[in-house]
């Protein structure tokens, strides 16, 4: 029912493509993360908490449709509904069923639950597209409740040394997954431009946050005493910090569970904070759809695909996509914001 083409994942029967990385006529998009959703569509289709960020990153005007978990709507004779992926807020899985056939593109997920996002939920089919960002047994995350105790400590510790502390994470979910965890009897919490916007939208729509107040161009070092500042990646290295300094940087990345991508960021801390699935998520998130085929996209596809092959049996087959998973790197919108 679904296909790989030169635009991205495509549905013959509803004309319809799953986060198209060129511009189609109609598109149902996972999330509102920039490799998973890129102007240009005609249509776009996505959850409702998706809707306002899609018009945030992509432009008030475009043509853009929401629905609700669990709705299905038909498309030709294709039942189409979405399903919580735990990504970040409003993240979805896509389920079309045909003639009683039945895919599920995952988008990107994970089945930790980060307070923020609504969890993660299996979904059976025949056919699952899946990511493999950490597809490789060597990440196996920590709890989500220890990582926060380390930031906070961290943070507690940076205070008392007359330091501030300047963690980073990706403006769009990552970000107010964290302020939703900080302490704030530690001290203030300060915000990057492109987490600031995000977080409005997010309020809004009752994802609760520790308070916070946005950075601007006007403020200097006499306003920051101890506080924590949260700022997406592409403020590292940037002319941006140095209002904070003294201070020590953090990185929040399921990268951070091999001690040199610490090193090659010249970061202070590395706190293993991820997005995605690690191995241990992957293979039970597979499991759970009993999916007897199984395509694997971006991150370690062809490793991935080999053990879901020789231990799981299952027909696993590796694809090439523009989805780009985690990066240490920032992104345009967030660019913008320095």
Same mark, same amino acid.
């Not at 990057?192 to 520790?210: D, P, R, W």
């Given at each position: 029912?679904?296909?790989?083409?030169?635009? *991205?994942? #495509?549905?013959? =029967?509803? $004309?319809?493509?799953?986060? &198209?990385?060129? !511009? +189609?006529?109609?598109?149902?998009?996972?999330?509102?993360?920039?490799?998973?959703?890129?102007?240009?569509?005609?249509?776009?289709?996505?959850?409702?908490?998706?809707?306002?960020?899609?018009?945030?990153?992509?432009?008030?005007?475009?043509?853009?449709?929401?629905?609700?978990?669990?709705?299905?709507?038909?498309?030709?004779?294709?039942?189409?509904?979405?399903?919580?992926?735990?990504?970040?807020?409003?993240?979805?899985?896509?389920?079309?069923?045909?003639?009683?056939?039945?895919?599920?593109?995952? *988008?990107? #997920?994970?089945? =930790?639950? $980060?307070?923020?996002?609504? &969890?993660?939920? !299996? +979904?059976?089919?025949?056919?699952?597209?899946?990511?493999?960002?950490?597809?490789?047994?060597?990440?196996?995350?920590?709890?989500?409740?220890?990582?926060?105790?380390?930031?906070?400590?961290?943070?507690?510790?940076?205070?008392?040394?007359?330091?501030?502390?300047?963690?980073?994470?990706?403006?769009?979910?990552?970000?107010?997954?964290?302020?939703?965890?900080?302490?704030?009897?530690?001290?203030?919490?300060?915000?990057?431009?492109?987490?600031?916007?995000?977080?409005?939208?997010?309020?809004?729509? *009752?994802?609760?946050?520790?308070?916070?107040?946005?950075?601007?161009?006007?403020?200097?070092?006499?306003?920051?005493?101890?506080?924590?500042?949260?700022?997406?990646?592409?403020?590292?290295?940037?002319?941006?910090?140095?209002?904070?300094?003294?201070?020590?940087?953090?990185?929040?990345?399921?990268?951070?569970?091999?001690?040199?991508?610490?090193?090659?960021?010249?970061?202070?801390?590395?706190?293993?904070?991820?997005?995605?699935?690690?191995?241990?998520?992957?293979?039970?998130?597979?499991?759970?759809?009993?999916?007897?085929?199984?395509?694997?996209?971006?991150?370690?596809?062809?490793?991935?695909?080999?053990?879901?092959?020789?231990?799981?049996?299952?027909?696993?087959?590796?694809?090439?996509?523009?989805?780009?998973?985690?990066?240490?790197?920032?992104?345009?919108?967030?660019?913008?914001?320095?």
């Amino acid at each position: 029912m679904l296909s790989f083409d030169q635009n *991205g994942i #495509y549905c013959r =029967q509803a $004309d319809v493509y799953i986060d &198209p990385w060129r !511009p +189609v006529a109609k598109a149902i998009i996972t999330h509102a993360h920039s490799d998973h959703a890129r102007w240009g569509n005609r249509s776009y289709l996505a959850h409702y908490d998706t809707v306002p960020l899609l018009r945030l990153r992509l432009g008030a005007d475009i043509n853009v449709e929401g629905i609700a978990y669990r709705h299905p709507i038909a498309i030709n004779g294709v039942q189409i509904s979405l399903h919580p992926a735990g990504h970040i807020p409003g993240s979805a899985q896509i389920r079309l069923e045909y003639k009683g056939e039945i895919w599920v593109v995952s *988008g990107d #997920y994970k089945l =930790q639950q $980060d307070g923020i996002s609504v &969890p993660f939920e !299996p +979904v059976r089919c025949h056919h699952f597209i899946t990511e493999s960002t950490f597809g490789l047994p060597v990440y196996n995350f920590p709890p989500p409740q220890q990582v926060y105790d380390e930031i906070n400590e961290w943070w507690r510790k940076n205070a008392a040394a007359g330091q501030n502390s300047v963690i980073i994470g990706y403006a769009l979910g990552k970000a107010q997954r964290i302020l939703h965890h900080l302490d704030g009897g530690i001290g203030p919490i300060w915000v990057h431009g492109a987490v600031a916007n995000i977080n409005m939208i997010l309020e809004e729509q *009752g994802v609760v946050l520790q308070p916070w107040q946005r950075v601007s161009p006007e403020q200097n070092k006499r306003d920051f005493n101890g506080a924590m500042i949260v700022a997406p990646p592409s403020a590292m290295g940037s002319s941006w910090l140095k209002r904070f300094e003294p201070y020590s940087l953090g990185i929040c990345s399921g990268w951070m569970q091999l001690r040199g991508a610490r090193r090659r960021r010249s970061a202070d801390r590395g706190f293993v904070m991820s997005d995605h699935c690690d191995w241990s998520q992957l293979n039970d998130a597979v499991a759970a759809t009993g999916a007897e085929h199984v395509y694997v996209t971006h991150g370690y596809k062809s490793v991935y695909a080999k053990w879901l092959r020789e231990n799981n049996h299952i027909h696993a087959t590796e694809v090439e996509t523009l989805y780009e998973g985690e990066s240490l790197e920032g992104s345009k919108e967030e660019t913008e914001e320095l």
